[in-house]
């Protein structure tokens, strides 16, 4: 078992800075989650950690070792990539054990791990097939049991849910967070849907252009993002923004759009207070805009009205495609919500979960208790 380090950690290929000042600690049996959109660097810092590329500047450490110069081999890790790689001619059981006997484990032995590791995934009954006779689940299990006899001190997946269809990948999800909590092991996992990384993760590591924007629990990034684009990375669907302006008027301070004004919480008033007369970006997720008749008690509630432009039924919820002139929005609403396309809707948006950002710098402005 080992933690992690990036240590001021630089990766360029010619004159493109990959990874750029990468300083993250991670714990010995977390399950911490690169996220971010193609191109943010987040498989280039697992590959890194890997020894699969050089480290162009810092240092990166497992356990209190620096590995920057230690052979993949030798750095007590294991990786599961989003192509199974898995050998066609082999037997699922010889794909598990083949690490094994390179390193010439004892027979003995590798029966032993193989065997528990196929019980751990449930693929017991799998061991004598061909990889072509496995569904891709089962074959990312297999990839993952290979991973697993390793007995690595250090786990990596680099998008292993990307070959999967959408209830396979659901399945897998869970599977994966069962199995790092019987094996206790640091897992550190790549990819690019943030579901995966809101369900799995202990933390997420939010990526943009090589830099780190964020990195917290789940919960706290979803209530706290630092800036716009983890603001609209985190959550489904996105955050919706609108340009707008703080306005102190008869003692209330308000958000006005221009098409709508919003009244701030008096909880909140004093934190935006010195922002008066200043341009900022709104923040409101889908789920914290309700259906006039049906908004959830206990909110802080201010109205607006909208055009209702596209409706989806998920069958629990409703997702609006809104219009307030034209500015498009979307609202997560109640199922019993009647809304057709044309009409006029009357909302309420819960203004104790509002967000405020420079437009300059895009940061937040928010006051995190």
Known sequence: MASVTYEHVFKRFGDVVAVNDLAIHIPDKEFLVFVGPSGCG????????????????????????????????????AMVFQSYALYPHMSVYDNMAFGLKLRKVPKAEID?????????????????????QLS?????????????????AVFLFD?????????????TRAEIS????RLGTTFIYVTHDQVEAMTMASRIAVMKDGLLQQIDTPQHLYDHPNNVFVAGFIGSPSMNFFDATVVDQDGKLWID??????????NKKTAYLPHKGQKVIFGIRPEDIYAAQYAAPGITPAAISSDVDVTELMGNEIFLYLLTGKKSFIARVDPRTHAR????????????NMHLFDPQTEKTLDMIP
């Open 257 to 266: 759009g221009g098409t709508f004004k919003l009244q701030v919480p008096e």
């Open 159 to 171: 998008e292993p849910l990307s070959n999967l269809d959408a209830k396979l990948r659901v399945q």
């Open 42 to 77: 987040k498989t280039t810092s697992l590959r890194l950690l890997a020894g699969l590329e050089e480290v162009t500047d810092g240092v990166i450490r497992i356990g209190e070792r620096i590995v920057n110069d230690v052979p993949p081999k030798d750095r007590d890790i």
């Open 341 to 352: 396309p044309g009409e006029k809707i009357d909302l309420v948006v819960n203004m104790d």
């Open 112 to 132: 032993k791990k193989v065997k528990e590791a196929a019980d751990i995934l449930g693929i017991g009954q799998l061991l004598d097939r061909k990889p072509k």
């Open 136 to 152: 891709g689940g089962q074959r990312q299990r297999v990839a993952v049991g290979r991973a697993i006899v390793r007995d690595p």
């Open 178 to 181: 069962k199995l790092h909590q």
